[in-house]
């Protein structure tokens, strides 16, 4: 392990499995990206969030979207506003420097300091998008062709990639990187991250609400299964309600809080009212 590196643990407020844990490390030592799978509301994009927190390092988030390209990410050569400048301003535009502005890969490499740089949801892109991005990754360096420049990275930056299986991503670019898988988290794993943002929660509503979650996530038919983060404001919204534990899985009230699709209230209701109801819930 990289003497500067200290090892990642975990923070006060991430619950971190041991091989997470073990895997950030891994990356780290082979300065590899560090790819992570897992369905939405596993903790992904809060991984990198934990990993700067607990190491005391700026956090760069880059957001992908289904537009987004390679070529952003290192830098963005301003034309228009050059074209503006040259017909109504009085810069001189003969300084194209001015007119490069350093996209969040290009801030991570420049820095004066290491950094965690998140790039988020990258299968949101086009198949081409990872690539792209190949080589900056591998060599950490990347060249302005506009001002004659090479970008080096005074630092290697903890680079974290998320990825919620969308599209399969290239072989090659899979092969650059360490993978993990978050798994949905279980009860016995849900009840620990639910105690670190509910300390003093008490115990027969904890277990009657997650009883009740992970029922509701078992229905066949669901379009959106609720994450943790709808548990964790579900749960709150029990408390500030004032709800007794043996009505939560009777009634499984403010329902809204865990679901997100019109279609899916229907199915829920459907379940209550059958031999698969709430109240069968098996112990």
């Keep these: 392990m990289n003497a500067s590196f200290p090892g990642y643990r975990g923070t006060d407020d991430y619950v971190v499995s041991d091989d997470l844990r073990n895997v950030v490390d891994v990356a780290v030592a082979l300065s590899r ?41 290192l830098y963005v050569y301003d034309t228009v506003q050059r074209l503006y400048d040259s017909q109504f301003g009085d810069r001189d535009v003969s300084d194209i420097k001015q007119y490069i502005k350093l996209g969040k890969l290009g801030e991570a490499f420049i820095s004066d300091a290491p950094v965690v740089l998140l790039i988020d949801e990258i299968d949101k892109a086009d198949i081409e998008f990872p690539n792209d991005l190949l080589w900056e990754l591998d060599a950490m360096s990347f060249y302005i062709p506009e001002t004659r420049e090479t970008i080096e990275a005074k630092h290697r930056p903890i680079v974290i990639i998320t990825s919620n299986a969308e599209k399969e991503l290239p072989d090659a670019f899979l092969r650059r990187c360490v993978f993990h ?47 943790t983060s709808e548990l964790l404001d579900w749960v709150q919204a029990l408390v500030i309600g004032g709800l007794r534990p043996e009505r939560i899985t009777a009634e499984m009230p403010f329902l809204g809080v865990l679901l997100k699709k019109n279609q899916d209230f229907p199915v829920v209701e459907r379940y209550r009212n059958t031999a698969g109801r709430v109240s069968q819930l098996r112990r």
């Design 33 to 73: 990206p560090l790819l992570v799978k897992g369905e939405p509301g596993t903790g992904k994009t809060l991984l990198a969030v934990s990993i700067a927190r607990a190491l005391g390092l700026r956090l760069i988030i880059w957001n992908i979207k289904s537009t987004t390209k390679a070529q952003e990410g």
């Design 181 to 227: 898988y978050i798994e949905f988290p279980g009860p016995e794993m849900m009840a620990t991250i639910v105690r670190v943002h509910f300390p003093d929660l008490e115990e027969n509503l904890l277990q009657e609400a997650l009883k009740a979650f992970y029922w509701l996530r078992e229905l066949p038919g669901l379009q959106k299964k609720p994450s």
